[in-house]
């Protein structure tokens, strides 16, 4: 089955804990992305990448990190996580991004992953 | 000014009402465009991309304005599991840029 698996789905941490939210897809896609979901602010993307190799930040990336060494991953890194990171992320992947060619726009989510920072 | 934005609702109306959401963006060279639907805190799925030309799927029309920049969504005899959020997707430049702008959302419950 077609998927974006996000780990995990759960966490409760503590402040500066640093914790790896992983993320895998199946489908050979090029695009991968991460997002922030906030009661009132909705999704935010935090990093994309277009491609193995290529990462770029998005509107809120500070306190994050990624990776991209593999086409199929792309876990999201939280060095010193604070109790501002609370939140539900979501990872999403697509074929690729770019141009007018909507079908290849579209994007395929995990699950979410719900984070507390105490 | 938000770049895209949407009316949080919620939209409440009976079943088979029909229901309309707009979605406005502030980027006039902005490429793309969709609407997701987001059932409670689950990931967003796709509903449907909206064309230049207008679109339709079933009950579901997206419409696309670029002179006053929004985009449209219709919905026709509205059902019980039409509740849901509806999120407006906007890739805000031309080709190679990895940013998708979303809209805050749109909540509709439709009453029977």
């Known amino acids: 089955e077609a998927q974006v698996t996000q780990n995990p789905r759960y966490l409760i941490t503590v402040t500066g804990k640093k914790l790896t939210v992983t993320c895998s897809q199946n489908?050979?896609?090029?695009?991968m992305s991460w997002y922030r979901q906030d009661p009132g602010l909705g999704l935010r993307q935090i990093y994309y990448?277009?491609?193995?190799?290529?990462?770029d930040k998005g509107d809120v990336p500070e306190g994050y990190k990624v990776s991209r060494k593999e086409k199929r991953n792309f876990p999201l890194i939280l060095e010193s996580p604070s109790p501002n990171q609370t939140s539900l992320y979501f990872c999403?992947?697509?074929?690729?991004?770019?141009?007018?060619?909507?079908?290849?726009?579209?994007?395929?989510f995990g699950a979410g992953s719900r984070l507390t920072v105490l | 000014r938000k770049e895209v934005e949407q009316d949080p609702g919620p939209f409440n109306v009976p079943e088979g009402a029909t229901v309309a959401f707009n979605c406005t963006y502030s980027?006039?060279?902005?490429?793309?465009f969709f609407w997701y639907r987001q059932d409670c805190r689950k990931e967003p799925k796709l509903l449907m991309s909206?064309?230049?030309s207008g679109n339709e799927d079933g009950r579901f029309t997206a419409q696309l304005n670029r002179a006053s920049q929004y985009i449209s969504l219709l919905i026709r005899d509205s059902k019980l599991s039409d509740s849901a959020t509806y999120l407006c997707?906007?890739?805000?430049?031309?080709?190679?840029?990895?940013?998708?702008?979303f809209g805050q959302g749109t909540t509709l419950q439709v009453k029977p």
């Open positions: 990448s277009m491609n193995v190799e290529v990462t």
């Open positions: 909206v064309y230049s």
């Open positions: 489908m050979n896609h090029e695009y």
């Open positions: 997707v906007v890739t805000p430049r031309s080709s190679n840029t990895g940013k998708l702008i």
């Open positions: 999403a992947s697509s074929p690729f991004l770019g141009g007018a060619t909507s079908g290849a726009n579209v994007l395929t």
């Open positions: 980027n006039s060279a902005s490429q793309s």
